[in-house]
């Protein structure tokens, strides 16, 4: 009897220490922790509605490292976040979008604003990335002239604005840009004492753009652009001289976050104050002065 109760009692040691070995092993295999850092410049604030939202790729899947604001100073609200040591070490690459907040939609929007390849705990974030907007605009050139072509009238002339060139043997396209990817429109704007006016949002140089509620009823070119002649906004009169104030082109998302310009402005022009009317002028490179960019770093705990 006494060693029936020897034998079961180390038959009870050797299964608990079975469970316990068991247990231990198991603690092996629960994911450890890792730090993702973010370090951006240039991100603009979204408003109440709309968040900047992370994602790693990792085997072709996008998880989501979190979702961070940015005030008007360009200050994230977070920049280091929690992340799985096994998605970490098999992230191929990183991924900014932009969420509307509430967000539905668990998957990434198709507003990528900037991306990059991680390589050994690290990245460079730029607007570039094919992941991204796949280009940095620093190509893009544009020209424009001053022009109000939708009314009969000759004396109003400097209140409309063409992105067109009629510089050689016949009127062109006056932007060369790149295509932008799903999520991406461009926007046309004038500078008024301060104050940026659109002039509508377009996808292809060579087209009119989807706005002429200013315009008046005769036809318009089949370039981007507006005349200034009708239903102004609250502070300004139209017509008005477009002299000495500023010509922009804008890289908006969409649905757009705000009604004013976002932060990407590739392409920007001083109307001269001394401004002609049906004469092609040429607008700056601003691109690397508001195209966002940053690093991405990551440690394991």
């Known amino acids: 009897m006494k060693k029936f109760r020897l034998l079961s009692f180390a038959v009870l040691l050797v299964a608990c220490s079975v469970f316990i070995y068991s247990c231990d092993d198991d603690d092996d295999d629960i994911p450890v922790a890792g730090n993702l850092s973010l370090n951006i410049t240039g991100l603009q604030d979204l408003g ?24 008007d100073k360009g200050e994230l609200s977070k920049t280091s976040f929690t992340i799985a040591t096994e998605n970490l070490i098999n992230a191929s690459a990183f991924v900014l979008t932009i969420e509307p907040s509430p967000d539905p939609d668990p998957a990434p929007s198709k507003v990528h604003i900037i991306a990059g390849d991680i390589k050994d705990g690290k990245a460079t974030l730029t607007v570039g990335h094919s992941s991204a907007l796949g280009d940095d605009f620093t190509e893009a050139t ?16 400097l209140s409309g604005i063409w992105f067109e060139d009629n510089s050689g043997s016949s009127v062109v396209a006056g932007l060369t840009l790149p295509t ?13 004492d301060g104050k940026p006016v659109t002039t509508g949002k377009f996808l292809k140089a060579n087209e009119a753009d ?30 008005l001289d477009l002299s000495g104030q500023k010509a922009v082109i804008s890289v908006e998302p969409k649905p757009d976050n705000s009604a004013d310009p976002f932060v990407l402005k590739p392409l920007l022009g001083d109307i001269p104050e001394n ?25 394991i705990k």
């Not at 932008?180 to 500078?191: C, F, Q, R, S, T």
């Not at 401004?275 to 770093?297: F, H, K, Q, S």
């Open 210 to 239: 989807q706005f002429n509620g200013y315009s008046g009823t005769l036809p318009a070119p089949s370039y981007p652009g507006e005349d200034f002649l009708q239903n102004a906004p609250e502070g300004l009169t139209f017509p």
């Open 48 to 71: 109440d509605n709309y968040l900047y939202e992370g994602w790693i790729i990792v085997k072709g899947k996008a998880i989501t490292t979190g979702t961070f604001s940015v005030n």
């Open 275 to 299: 401004a002609v009317d049906r004469t092609t002028y040429t607008m700056g490179n601003n691109a690397e002065n508001t195209n966002p960019t940053g690093t991405l770093t990551y440690t």
């Open 142 to 157: 544009g020209k424009y002239l001053l022009a109000t072509p939708t009314d009969a009238l000759s004396n109003n002339e």
């Open 180 to 192: 932008l990817p799903e999520g991406w429109e461009y926007e046309g704007w004038v500078v008024i």
